[in-house]
């Protein structure tokens, strides 16, 4: 009867028949204490300040405790990792949307004099413009520089890059000379380069005109951008590149991952340190931010983000994608259920990622899974490259044309897989 009664005291009135008691008649179920009952007109961390936004399961934040609980999830990732070295070449990606300028910004917290423990590393902003891809659109770079000159209390230096030097074949030394030239500038534009845009703006916007569906482009795109930056960190002696992805976008790329035959690569895209490079490692740093955050801290501080041109804003903007499906399906159970992004996240967070072998995919970079058979080799060159699977699926909507792009010659790959399985002498 006592353990009843403390059982039951978690209940509120009145309880039914069933749990072995007296019902009083009436038809409420069995309820549990509510617990939404929480003070909503004071602080929920200095229980003194007027709320600003409610965050984390309806716990409202004043200002100042908002800027904090912001700047401390930031700076905790970052020292967990011990990612950052003194002195160390920093490319920070970004394109002018809230998760990447809030990503400046906070970095930026950390080069404060009053800050308690400052980042030391070398921090270089890099503007990647992808307004080659598509017709009629105006390259969103200069309002971006406008938002980036207004980060104070941070040494930086800013570097446009258009999209289509992807395609130019010695990158890494064409622009390494341009760069020792200019090195001392502000702000580096490799659109001055003499290298013929014209002709590689053509070939991008052509590239992608021949891919079929809107998934593909958008995979396509993103590996081409990845391999930009990763060449583009080599040519400025780096070893770190961060991006702005948020728990919600990688959340939604996860799924849309295993839906396009990237499963066996989930764990790197979602950890928060992605090595899938032996010599560059990309840093997911807002790993930990939901969309709602960025936005309201860049609110709290007057920026207002830059709108951005992609595959799926001049397509359907609800069914144009799977990447946008499963945002769209993401973002919906987490109105009504707060825990769905979380839980997606530490599920991720389980996996172990493939071991590093000697064979990447040539698109995405990601690790391949070695095969010892000399004909599922051979068979596993698509268009004269080494693909991963997910890689086979964006090419397989595209002509044949867009792989030679991107990937080497048929008869060099496939030499190189038969001397692996000749018998010396």
Not at 41 to 67: E, L, N, Q, S
Not at 75 to 81: D, M, S, W
Request: neutral net charge; aromatic residues 6%; proline residues 4%.
């Amino acid at each position: 009867k006592q353990w009843y009664q403390r059982r039951v005291r978690g209940f509120s009135m009145c309880s039914t028949a069933g749990f072995g008691a007296a019902s009083c008649g009436t038809e409420e179920a069995v309820m549990l204490r509510s617990k939404t009952n929480k003070r909503t007109d004071i602080c929920f961390k200095c229980k003194t300040g007027r709320p600003f936004v409610v965050i984390r399961h309806g716990d409202p934040f004043c200002g100042p405790c908002f800027d904090h609980h912001v700047i401390h999830k930031f700076r905790q990732g970052l020292g967990k990792t011990k990612i950052l070295y003194p002195g160390e070449v920093v490319l920070l990606c970004v394109s002018g949307t809230a998760p990447s300028l809030a990503m400046l910004q906070l970095m930026a917290t950390g080069y404060d004099a009053a800050s308690h423990k400052k980042i030391t590393a070398d921090p270089k902003v890099v503007v990647v413009d992808d307004s080659c891809l598509f017709d009629h659109a105006q390259s969103n770079v200069p309002e971006v520089l406008r938002v980036v000159s207004r980060v104070p209390d941070m040494p930086r230096q800013v570097i446009t890059v258009p999209f289509e030097l992807v395609f130019l074949d010695d990158f890494q030394e064409t622009c390494g000379k341009f760069y020792a030239e200019h090195r001392n500038l502000a702000v580096v534009d490799l659109k001055e380069m003499d290298v013929g845009f014209e002709g590689l703006a053509q070939t991008a916007r052509t590239t992608f005109e021949n891919i079929k569906t809107v998934s593909a482009r958008e995979d396509i795109h993103r590996s081409l951008h990845l391999k930009l930056l990763s060449n583009l960190a080599r040519t400025l002696n780096s070893t770190k590149v961060m991006l702005p992805d948020t728990s919600t976008d990688l959340a939604a790329r996860l799924l849309s991952a295993v839906a396009r035959g990237r499963g066996s690569h989930v764990p790197n895209e979602t950890q928060y340190l992605d090595k899938r490079l032996p010599d560059v490692t990309i840093i997911n740093c807002m790993r930990e931010f939901t969309p709602k955050e960025c936005t309201y801290y860049l609110h709290r501080l007057g920026i207002t983000p830059v709108t951005m041109v992609t595959h799926t804003t001049l397509s359907d903007p609800i069914v144009g994608s799977i990447n946008r499906l499963t945002d769209t399906f993401i973002s919906g159970l987490q109105e009504n259920f707060p825990s769905t992004v979380n839980t997606v996240m530490k599920t991720a967070a389980k996996l172990q990622s493939l071991p590093a072998n000697d064979r990447n995919c040539e698109l995405c970079l990601l690790p391949i899974v070695t095969v010892d058979n000399l004909e599922e080799r051979l068979s596993g060159l698509m268009f004269g490259a080494d693909l991963c699977t997910g890689c086979k699926v964006s090419l397989s909507e595209s002509e044949e044309s867009v792989a030679g792009l991107v990937c080497r010659s048929e008869k060099q790959k496939v030499l190189e897989v038969l001397e692996e399985f000749l018998i010396e002498q």
